[in-house]
């Protein structure tokens, strides 16, 4: 009985299969701003970034006054570029790593707009550009403020060790990165990448207990959303140019990579933001993650490759693993999720 | 510039003024669900919940377990009043109090579902209706499952000290409430109070720095969204035959009235949920507060006399404190916030 009533009132509209939605209007990523520490700013992709800090501190009292900061800096730098102030924004999405999303609650203070926390982890960004493209669709905003951070000095003494301890950090453990992503989603009259469709992400649970082994607990919940997404579009993985995953570094890229292939998948544009971040040289083991992670290379680096033409049509599903110190201690498996936009220009 | 900008291209089909949107389809809380701790059942409002726990641990083997458990049953217990099951959802949004808000995301890995994780402290059940009604609104659902939940020992550790230290709480402060709520947001085919319009609130900190005084920090923001709401729709206070904060018990209740008293606006029809939930001889001191507190008085009691006809028109505004342990021991105030929903039927 359930059922019936329930295919009565499941719109058909723009929900493709379960988790997919087709967006007709398309939010543009209007304008983008990254803004990384000093690691990431000997990385491969300095050139990219906004505004590289000397220092992981930035004068501030704290890392965590510190990622407030770079988060701050980051969203005023988006709005910048379009020459916006927050009055010119109808929502504030964000969300980050830290213990009530601290920095984004203070960064929502500063920007004093209507604000939507979000909690995804490392998926943050995609969650929030999921809800923007959404409530734009919905002509619930003209324009929305979408941003995340991460800093690894305030992200490893919150969930491992503080990194003064100078920890011994296993192989297939990742770098979390410091640094922010803001992106202005706006309307159909601004130029840029479009937000062709989503897939919002179901929490996946392989059991992995290591919280440092972030790529292996993150992978199955990638593999979901992206077998999801083209099988709710009815798409190739060549579809699009370039699919990238969030940050699941070398190790989680490889099984995301495996568990696809076993479904008769194989991802030939592919990618993942972890291992984009750093050279060999800077020693972060598996790769890099965090929030910023992908913010970084996403709007860092292919949000300009899009500008530019460069790429046409890409998937963008970012990763986020929900454990907290507690459930880690409690002996719970680390759950995983991942949710994906579908760009193109 | 910007200005032009803005104006041609904010929507003005659903907003009115700069926070607040008015629902055409109007989402129907098509069933409501909520569990209660021990205090909680010996309470006032015993009769309407639809589970009365006899202890705090549910033989889980911890609080944390205990409050995923009730999370996860309430929202059976919604699912079950219109014979679903989670496949005929097309959404779960949730949020918590407890870091990375791990009832919520382990919630929503046994409810195997999309997931949107939210955090708006208390303020997380309105924060849930208001994105729940705004897809609903977009045809991006047919149905969307909104939760939320808090318990006492597990806030009191996490945020303060552990229930068990037994230490002395200053007569300003509130009792968590231990409990959990969910709701299931259906279609105008389906029956039940409707939410008309929605206001998504601002960050307020009137910088008070003591995490015991939650009332003084987030009637502030209670004030500024129910002005920001009868403003931005036109309305006087005596359009809502109730007016109903969060959890800002008697200290912030009264901090409410005098703020919005001294802007011209007298709450007749108004109360708080923190002074609800508990007898004076339960000594809770200021009132009750925690995201259960709005979530066992609204969906528990409101919502059945709107069924009844009791009630026509409620506003349900819930409070958030944004502070995290972190922020507190480095010096910072309390942000709040606060979301407003108004329902109709």
Redesign the interface.
């Known amino acids: 009985?359930?059922?019936t009533?329930?295919e009565?009132?499941?719109?058909v509209?723009?929900?493709a299969g379960?988790?997919s939605?087709i967006m007709e209007k398309k939010a543009v990523l209007a304008a983008a701003a990254t803004v990384a520490g000093p690691k990431e700013g000997s990385g491969p992709l300095a050139e990219h970034y906004d505004r590289i800090y000397p220092d992981n501190l930035l004068k501030e009292?704290?890392f965590?006054?510190a990622e407030r900061r770079m988060l701050e800096e980051t969203c005023f730098l988006a709005l910048g570029k379009?020459?916006?102030?927050p009055?010119?924004i109808?929502?504030f999405i964000a969300?980050d790593l830290?213990?009530?999303?601290?920095s984004s609650?203070?960064c929502?203070?500063k920007l004093?707009?209507?604000?939507?926390?979000?909690?995804?982890?490392c998926s943050s960004l995609v969650?929030g550009l999921s809800?923007g493209a959404?409530?734009l669709?919905?002509?619930?905003?003209?324009?929305i403020l979408v941003a995340t951070s991460s800093h690894n000095c305030s992200s490893e003494r919150?969930y491992r060790y503080p990194t003064e301890y100078g920890f011994q950090r296993p192989g297939y453990s990742q770098q979390t990165v410091t640094g922010a992503g803001a992106v202005v989603l706006?309307?159909s009259?601004?130029e840029g990448p479009r937000i062709e469709s989503i897939t919002?992400?179901?929490?996946v649970?392989p059991e992995i207990k290591d919280p440092y082994n972030m790529g292996m607990a993150m992978a199955p919940a990638a593999a979901d959303t992206i077998y999801r997404h083209l099988t709710d579009l009815g798409r190739d993985a060549d579809y699009y140019q370039l699919i990238l995953t969030g940050d699941l570094g070398e190790v989680g890229k490889q099984l995301n990579e495996d568990i696809l292939a076993r479904k008769g998948l194989n991802l030939l544009n592919y990618t993942d933001c972890g291992i984009q971040l750093y050279y060999p040289h800077q020693k972060v083991h598996a790769g890099a993650s965090g929030c910023a992670c992908c913010a970084l290379f996403f709007l860092g680096k292919v949000y300009k490759d899009m500008l530019e033409k460069r790429l046409g049509r890409v998937l963008f599903v970012a990763t986020g693993a929900?454990?907290?110190?507690?459930?880690y201690q409690?002996g719970?498996s680390i759950?995983a999720?991942a949710h994906a936009v579908a760009l193109e220009i």
Do not use: W
């Not at 009565?8 to 719109?11: A, E, M, Q, T, V």
């Not at 929900?322 to 459930?327: A, K, N, P, R």
């Open positions: 009985m359930a059922e009533v329930t009565k009132i499941r719109p509209g723009k929900r379960n988790q939605m009292g704290s965590e006054k379009l020459g916006l102030s009055d010119d109808d929502f969300g830290l213990n009530q999303i601290i609650s203070f929502a203070r004093a707009l209507p604000f939507l926390g979000i909690y995804g982890a969650e809800l959404m409530l669709e919905g002509n619930f905003a003209g324009r919150q706006g309307s009259l601004e919002i992400g179901k929490v649970d929900l454990h907290s110190t507690t459930t409690q719970e759950p999720i």
